[in-house]
């Protein structure tokens, strides 16, 4: 980087000052910098990663300075405690006894100097009947340890930084440091120059603010205030250009998870189509769950192997007495089989968020209406790529005097394409609890086929009738994830619950 590619005028004031406090011919130090300068730490170190982005400056990387501690001194004179194990087992001091007795050793160093030396293998532990544990040296007890030899290195060096060290001795290092008062570690400061570059634009800096008269008088800004306007202050003040090409921080702010965002904007697709939103409890009885849906009491879907039953301390409300003896009858009428209200009162984790509706239809008896509900329900399968064991559900209804599957379908449609789902088409299937049903289908560009999304039908009038209802109740839901599945182009239904850090910082707001 040349210096006419550099406009002075460009440089922050922090930049300026840090450049104009630098000697041209000479290093100098961060703690320097900030008192010749009067700027923080954080605003230094700033300017100086600027200016070493540009070029301008260069500075030595922070190192440690390694000298001796109190006990590191002492082991120089008069060797290392393992070392003078050694040198009393050589003249005979095989014992611990004697070794401290005769003062070789004080009773505080005895288990450091046995264990280093066993360590370097200069000695073998045997026991005698008579002396107890004796000592015995081996042919390398003369060899120098790796922590001798650096002990008489760090002696050596006035000035010894870590980056002088191999690899070898900076681990020998490591086990110095255990050991208390030997070793004593200080950081040097970074040491920063300017580079030829660097010299350059302080010399044109000095020169110009040595010159321009109005240095002194202007004050430089970087934006301008009302006081400024107001006083007239305005005329005589430089402003700081703006480096419009500066590189910024990457910034990772917290953000919604791509479900909640799709379930906000779900929300919003219903309530912008006359839709309320109604809420209800995860525990709910089989009697809400299964037999208000007039689903049989020996339906596959009431296995423990499906469904999750909760203890029989949880009592939740059937309902009044009047509403359970219809919907009783409905079942013995429909299914020919006896009803037992004991099954009925099974409390269970609701399986999907159709109690949730059947509840507000029994309890408002609505002659006109649009309401849905979205939450999370619990089903006792498997866990695959297209299987969780809880997950959420939306759901919806409209009654009225005249609808029909027809109004149903165009609903639908409406709701897919305010969340961005155009190719849609509707298929005949079966539902226990409506009657007609269909399958809601959509074109899926990633696999180039159609899948299966909602299903949707007429809910039977064993269903509606038992709870009051005149009118015709249009019904359909699905799985929210599914749709997150195919907004986000995943094949796997648990990525949306693994949480990695990069997906969710990378995935676009906007997907269809």
Known sequence: METEQINIEELHPIETKII????TFSEISLTHLIELTNLTLDQVRRGLEWLKFK?????????????????GRNAIKLSLPERRLVKAIRDG????????????????????????????KWIDLSSAKMEGLTFKLTENFENASGEELLLNKIYSFTQLKDSDLTKSELDFLKLLIKRPKFIRIKKDEEKITLTQLGKKIKGIIDSKYKNDKRSSNN??????????LISG?????TFRPIDVDAKVPMSNPGRKHPLTDLINEIREAFTSLGFVEIDGDYVQSAFWNFD??????????????DTFYLTDKIKPNLGHKNLVKKIAEAHIKGWKEPWDINKAKKPVLRTHTTPVTLKYLSETKPDEGRIFTIGRVFRNEKVSYKHLVEFNQIEGVVTGKQITLRDLMGIQTEFYKKIGITKIKFWPTFFPYTEPSLQSMIFNDNLNKWIELFGMGILRPEVIEPLGIRNIVLAWGGGIERIAMLKYGISDVRE?????????????????
């Open 233 to 237: 202050k305005w005329k005589n003040l």
């Open 93 to 120: 001091n095989i014992t611990i006894p004697k070794i401290i007795e005769k003062g070789l050793l004080p009773q505080s160093e005895i288990n450091i100097a046995i264990s280093k030396a066993k360590s370097n």
């Open 219 to 228: 004050e430089i800004v970087t934006s301008l205030i009302a006081d400024h």
């Open 20 to 23: 104009s406090s630098i000697n």
């Open 292 to 305: 208000a849906l007039f689903t049989p009491q020996d339906h596959a879907a009431r296995d423990m192997q």
């Open 496 to 512: 949306l619950y693994n949480n990695k850090i990069g997906w969710l910082r990378n995935l676009s707001k906007c997907q269809l």
């Open 55 to 71: 070029n301008i400056i260069e500075f030595e990387k922070t190192y440690n300075l390694i000298s001796l501690d109190e006990f």
